[in-house]
């Protein structure tokens, strides 16, 4: 069913002008009185108190980066130090109006906004919940830890300090065991989510976790925190337009219309790293002015002063509300000065003494303080006992975490896989079984219904094949396993480019547009960064999320959201985060070098990724099945030349069922030779040993690979012990292969049964050529036979009837 949205040329071609709105530059004028009145002293003096601690938790570690010694501890600190001395403001008045159910994604600078948020998360709680987090946060462990080498006072504060300072000397108790470090600290539980070391990444994954706030109907917004340096990054730029898509008014049914709550914060401290944004790198004058870019509303965009830190949160309140409302996303310009410089061997070389100078009287500690003692909240010696109890606090922490007795440090010589457990949680949720609200019943879709008229295997009493039309296909597998899955389980939801009302670009979704709602099903914008990242977010937020990139050639436009962040936030949360997301890639034909190359190998590169490839209906069904069902993040391969391939070795069951990733299957048996395959390379291998078995009497047993992470090798080495030959066949490029890396364990792990060295067949190392010439280049039948009765069986060698007569070593001197 096409969209009822028309596109009226009567309309579209009037004449007019786009106009924009005026954008509020510093227009805070909030006098302090009033601020006094409605927050009261107390308030204030913690607003002032938690900016010191921010800066004193700060200077604690570049004191250790530069001098190994901070006040009289030594320590020898080995990781970075992103400082945010200058921004206090920023992050302090943020928090000052986010409720401890907002969540906060950071960048690499990121200590600042992290002890702010946990702080005033700590004073928005009442002590059991306070209590309940410690206890609960392993075991209650830390929390006796720090009881016990520090005392009960402030307990909850020390807890929070402790954890991240402990975190970031990736110490076994900190908060991620260690794992995340200075730029990737994170305690969910105080709203304070993954900080992020790429610039500008957590902007997609922030809109995620505010589209999983949308859609679960949960508490909250989320913050997007970045720089300056951020909007030049494409995926800052995606992830804004997905935030604001149309399609979240004009299109969501009524109870899920309007945007996901998310604000993007720029800490805009004019400078990333040694660049200076505003006349240098960056197109704009003001950073808000981004924002009349984006969506008619000119995302509610307002540069705010981040030395105050009550003007930060009158502008944070203000835009909460307009999220809340569902009238996002918004965004805030917040100019601030980092006075360290990027990292502790910024020599500063960029910006003059002069230019630092200025800028010392808008120091957000000094100008708060001041503002306190004009007031008669405090005198100039009760802001000096603040310093003074700040610096204590701060040293006693730090003595307790360089203490090996008190903050172990990880001990990968006891536990050598250590971190490699941590990759993956190999947990699944039970099958699906509560049904959804659909917009109608599975049955009114005429595309569903044919699913439960076709044959479940694809040859007749015969042994003639069946038409795609009449018996179930790869395509028809993966709809079925996703339809059950869609239907079934509410927290799991379904986008990419052309998915909804086309089906998928491969067909794949084909009737789902007729029973699900939009906010379940639905187009994303041609923004593959923005694609993995939501994903990401909507994941960590407590979703499912099931995406597709039209080709596997488009990793390379999302490869940070793949590479770095779906790939690695479970294991550096140290297990505490799930990264749900199946992300499907079709492997292409047809299209030449940049649409039909089989990336594979790459993705298996990854540490963090479970990767599969089925090359059959029944296999295809249920390892989508099994991907849908894990906890872990899994890239899932479909060969565009399988979707209409119907069952050969095994019929396809009507109800639901999972197969196990990482464990090949063996689709014929014989004696002489293995042949191991990975995607649609299987039929080949099949054509090549009947051939084998017709003419020279080689019974071959070919196995189907279906995933390439994890991968268990005992399949093949159990078949190689009898055959005593390998090939392997790919139709990846050779050079750096999966197929590779199995020839490789192969031969260490069997070679007393090997009668000769294993042999990898792949495609050859250059560009993928156009449709003609597929042939010469993906491997064939013949191809098989050729190197098996070349090179393996000798005996058998017959002419050479494909192209692969080569020199491998002359191709390798000329880098091909």
């Not at 896989?417 to 609200?437: A, E, K, R, V, Y």
């Not at 949360?573 to 039909?596: D, E, M, N, T």
Request: include cysteine; proline fraction near 6%.
């Amino acid at each position: 069913m096409p969209k009822q949205l028309l596109i009226d040329p009567a309309q579209v071609l009037r004449s007019g002008d786009v106009t924009f709105r005026p954008i509020p530059v510093h227009s805070y004028d909030i006098p302090f009185a009033t601020e006094r009145q409605a927050r009261g002293d107390v308030a204030l003096k913690n607003v002032l108190r938690h900016m010191m601690i921010v800066r004193e938790f700060e200077t604690m570690l570049s004191s250790f980066k530069s001098t190994g010694a901070y006040q009289d501890t030594q320590y020898t600190y080995k990781g970075p130090a992103h400082l945010s001395i200058g921004q206090e403001g920023a992050a302090v008045g943020a928090a000052l109006a986010l409720a401890p159910e907002d969540h906060i994604f950071g960048s690499h600078r990121s200590h600042g906004e992290f002890i702010a948020k946990g702080l005033s998360a700590l004073m928005a709680m009442d002590a059991d919940t306070i209590t309940q987090m410690m206890n609960r946060h392993d075991g209650g462990k830390l929390r006796d830890t720090v009881s016990k080498a520090i005392g009960t006072d402030n307990l909850a504060e020390n807890f929070l300090l402790f954890g991240l300072l402990a975190e970031i000397f990736m110490r076994s108790n900190g908060f991620n065991g260690g794992m995340g470090g200075s730029m990737h600290a994170f305690f969910a539980p105080i709203g304070a989510y993954p900080n992020n070391a790429i610039v500008g990444a957590s902007a997609g994954i922030a809109t995620g976790a505010a589209l999983r706030k949308k859609l679960a109907n949960a508490p909250g917004i989320c913050v997007a925190n970045a720089g300056d340096g951020s909007t030049g990054c494409g995926p800052v730029w995606e992830a804004m337009n997905f935030a604001a898509m149309g399609q979240y008014d004009r299109l969501w049914e009524d109870k899920r219309k309007g945007a996901p709550p998310i604000l993007f914060f720029f800490n805009n401290n004019f400078y990333a790293m040694g660049g200076q944004t505003s006349g240098e790198t960056m197109a704009w004058d003001r950073l808000s002015r981004i924002g009349a870019g984006i969506d008619p509303r000119q995302m509610h965009a307002e540069t705010v002063d981040g030395t105050n830190p009550l003007a930060v949160a009158d502008a944070v309140r203000r835009k909460r509300e307009v999220l809340l409302r569902g009238d996002g996303p918004a965004l805030l310009d917040v100019e601030c000065y980092r006075i360290s410089g990027h990292s502790t061997t910024d020599t500063n070389a960029y910006r003059s003494r002069g230019e630092l100078k200025l800028w010392e009287p808008y120091d957000p500690i000094t100008q708060f303080a001041a503002k306190m003692t004009d007031a008669g909240v405090l005198t100039d010696a009760d802001v000096q006992t603040l310093r003074d109890q700040v610096a204590d606090q701060i040293c006693t922490i730090v003595r307790a975490v360089v203490d090996p007795n008190v903050a172990p440090p990880i001990d990968i010589h006891s536990d050598p896989t250590l971190i490699g457990d941590l990759m993956f949680s190999n947990t699944h949720i039970p099958q699906p079984d509560t049904p959804t609200d659909l917009t109608q019943p599975v049955e009114k879709s005429a595309a569903l219904r044919t699913l439960d008229r076709k044959a479940r295997f694809g040859l007749d009493e015969g042994g003639a094949p069946l038409s795609p039309m009449r018996t179930l296909t790869l395509r028809d597998g993966l709809t079925e396993a996703i339809l059950h899955h869609m239907t079934h389980d509410d927290s799991l939801i379904a986008y990419g480019e052309e998915c909804r009302e086309w089906g998928g670009a491969f067909g794949v979704y084909r009737g789902l547009a007729d029973i699900l709602p939009h906010h379940r099903l639905f187009n994303a914008p041609i923004s593959e960064a923005a694609i993995v990242a939501t994903a990401v977010g909507y994941a960590l937020g407590g979703g499912r999320a099931l995406v597709e990139l039209m080709y596997g050639d488009f990793i390379g436009r999302a490869g940070d959201e793949i590479f770095n962040q779906m790939a690695k936030w479970q294991s550096m949360s140290a297990g505490h985060l799930k990264v749900p997301v199946v992300l499907r890639a079709s492997v292409g034909s047809k299209y030449g070098a940049q649409h039909s190359q089989d990336w594979s190998a790459l993705i298996a590169h990854i540490p963090g990724l479970k990767v599969v490839y089925p090359a059959t209906p029944y296999d295809a069904k249920g390892l989508m099945a099994a991907a849908l069902s894990s906890n872990d993040p899994v890239i899932f391969f479909e060969s565009q030349r399988l979707y209409d391939q119907t069952e050969m070795f095994q019929a396809v069951p009507k109800d639901y069922y999972r197969l196990p990733i990482g464990q090949p299957d063996v689709k014929r048996t014989g004696d002489d030779l293995t042949v191991l395959t990975f995607g649609p390379s299987l039929y080949q291998a099949i054509k090549a040993a009947d051939e084998l078995a017709d003419t020279h009497g080689l019974e071959t047993e070919v196995i189907d690979a279906r995933s390439l992470v994890p991968f268990d090798y005992d399949t093949v080495l159990t078949s190689v012990k009898k055959t005593g030959h390998l090939m392997i066949v790919t139709e990846a490029c050779e050079r750096g292969s999966f197929a590779m890396t199995v020839a490789a364990n192969v031969t260490r792990f069997g070679f007393a049964d090997l009668k000769a060295p294993p042999r990898v067949l792949g495609s050859p190392n250059w560009i993928v050529p156009g449709a003609d010439m597929e042939g010469t280049y993906f491997p064939q039948a013949h191809d098989i036979v050729d190197v098996v009765t070349a090179e393996l069986f000798t005996a058998k060698k017959t002419n050479w009837r494909g192209v692969r007569c080569w020199d491998d070593l002359d191709l390798a001197r000329r880098g091909l």
